[in-house]
């Protein structure tokens, strides 16, 4: 069965391109009927951290995708050690006494380029052991071959054939002087015990793959097929980063800022890859019948923002795009959250009645608070009482209107179909167009021009709210 792992570290916040690294390995998963595993690979302790194990998982259960089986790779260190103590028994690695520069022992102690210390390489047998018994720190080397000229190959599912020669391939470090794996060691032992098939990572591991396989050959295990997404890079070319681009490069940023968790995976899906037919707004369900390694392009993938605007504005269309689409009882759900949030104590049943109101109206679910707020709050945003006067008309003619709407929105059915019987009506008995009619109103109860339909606006504010906003309106307009 097809088995797939997403391994991230927690030395920092979930990055949009490793969740995008996710998403991708998921969809293979799931479109080959295979297994999805979720790998925390901690074992670089110093740099671990509490707060961005938490922010990995927050920004992954905000996504939506489950996976089947999970591990941390600091639990397999026995796991890591004996693989590799098999491949230094087989003579396929060496000890390296050489201190190291800096406290990191995967380095060399000699300057500039590298790729062996012949002294330590060529150490023989007993004199390691020795040194080894007496208690001399060391790191343990792969030995890459360099008797004979070889290459080692694999085939990427994105890159097609690669191929290195063993001579540029420096004796990597198998475990450091401290005995805790290597990157390169605790990935493959985890690899291979885990049955992974398919590794799907970023691009900027493509030159450790051939690393990789040398190690699952040395062991005596079959190495998974690779496959290497490009990268996401900003507007300038530049790798997208924290410290450069700061939190629009975390899937937080973009959770917070409302918007829905499959809309977003929809963007990083099309940030990279594309379906046979080129279509955007997918379904999960259609995102998996479509992926394939095929549709990943080769080069690296854009994400388009400024200072003044933090997202992309594709993954701001697809939101909205998602939004107009989807059952008003669960976008009703997603703007709850969002209301209360911010203070205002809303009803289930009253959000559901606002939501079809602004469903068109809003990009991102943070937008509800600017598209609903006259719904929302007891009092109205000042605005301008000369806002009140319709088109071709005056003052005079502003005030005509609310004092007479006032006296039908009192008497008047609170329906939809009631209220738009009732206002038209009376535009008929003042002699004037419908639409001199509506927009005072809509002023006076919403604070502005535009706002979502009138008759539904009338009716799920209420009637004591509308004629209480309309004789503040009034009393706007004496004073002009």
Same mark, same amino acid.
């Given at each position: 069965?097809?088995? &797939? *792992? #997403? !391994?991230?570290?927690?030395? =920092? ?5 490793? $969740?995008?690294?996710?998403? +991708?390995?998921? /969809? ?123 290459? &080692? *190959? #694999? !085939?990427?599912?994105?890159? =097609? ?5 063993? $001579?540029?391939?420096?004796? +990597?470090?198998? /475990? ?138 594709? $993954? ?165």
């Amino acid at each position: 069965m097809l088995r &797939v *792992r #997403f !391994a991230p570290s927690p030395t =920092g916040f979930l990055h949009i391109g490793s $969740a995008r690294t996710f998403i +991708f390995n998921w /969809l293979y998963a799931r479109h080959h009927g295979g297994v999805m595993i979720l790998r925390i690979d901690d074992t670089d302790v110093g740099r671990n951290t509490e707060a961005s194990l938490n922010s990995i998982f927050d920004g992954l259960r905000w996504l939506g995708l489950n996976w089947d089986e999970e591990y941390k790779q600091s639990e397999r260190l026995g796991l890591h050690s004996e693989m590799a103590q098999a491949i230094f028994h087989k003579g396929l690695a060496y000890r390296d006494f050489t201190p190291a520069q800096g406290g990191d022992s995967e380095k060399s102690g000699a300057q500039g380029a590298w790729l062996f210390n012949a002294d330590m390489r060529n150490l023989g047998q007993e004199e390691s052991d020795r040194r080894a018994a007496a208690g001399e720190p060391f790191a343990l080397r792969f030995r890459v071959p360099r008797e004979s000229v070889s290459h &080692v *190959r #694999f !085939a990427d599912g994105v890159y =097609g054939e690669q191929v290195k020669a063993t $001579a540029d391939i420096e004796d +990597f470090a198998l /475990l450091r002087s401290d005995g805790m794996p290597t990157y390169h060691l605790a990935s493959c032992a985890d690899d291979a015990d885990l049955r992974i098939t398919d590794i799907i990572r970023g691009q900027d591991h493509l030159t450790n793959t051939f690393k990789h396989v040398l190690i699952f050959e040395a062991a005596g295990c079959p190495p998974p097929r690779f496959a290497h997404v490009p990268l996401l890079t900003a507007p300038d070319g530049t790798k997208l980063s924290k410290r450069r681009h700061g939190p629009v490069v975390s899937v937080t940023t973009y959770r917070d800022s409302g918007f829905l968790p499959h809309a977003f995976i929809n963007f990083l899906c099309l940030v990279g890859w594309s379906p046979k037919n080129d279509r955007e707004q997918l379904t999960r369900q259609e995102l998996i019948e479509a992926f394939t390694l095929e549709g990943i392009h080769r080069s690296n993938a854009v994400v388009n923002f400024t200072e003044a605007d933090p997202f992309d504005p594709k $993954a701001v269309w697809l939101n909205a795009e998602h939004i107009r689409t989807m059952a008003v009882a669960d976008l009703s759900a997603q703007l709850l959250p969002v209301v209360r949030a911010a203070g205002f104590d809303v009803s289930p049943e009253k959000m559901l009645r606002i939501t079809p109101l602004i469903q068109e109206r809003i990009r991102l679910l943070r937008d509800v608070l600017t598209a609903a707020d006259f719904f929302l709050a007891a009092d109205l945003a000042p605005y301008d009482a000369s806002e009140l006067i319709p088109k071709k008309g005056d003052p005079a003619l502003a005030a005509r209107v609310l004092e007479c709407a006032l006296g039908v929105l009192a008497a008047a059915q609170f329906t939809h179909d009631g209220l738009e019987a009732a206002l038209r009506g009376a535009a008929g008995t003042l002699g004037i167009k419908a639409g001199q009619m509506f927009e005072p109103i809509r002023v006076a109860v919403c604070g502005r021009k535009t706002a979502p339909p009138l008759f539904g606006t009338l009716e799920v504010l209420g009637r004591e709210t509308c004629l209480g906003r309309i004789r503040q309106a009034l009393e706007k307009l004496k004073a002009i």
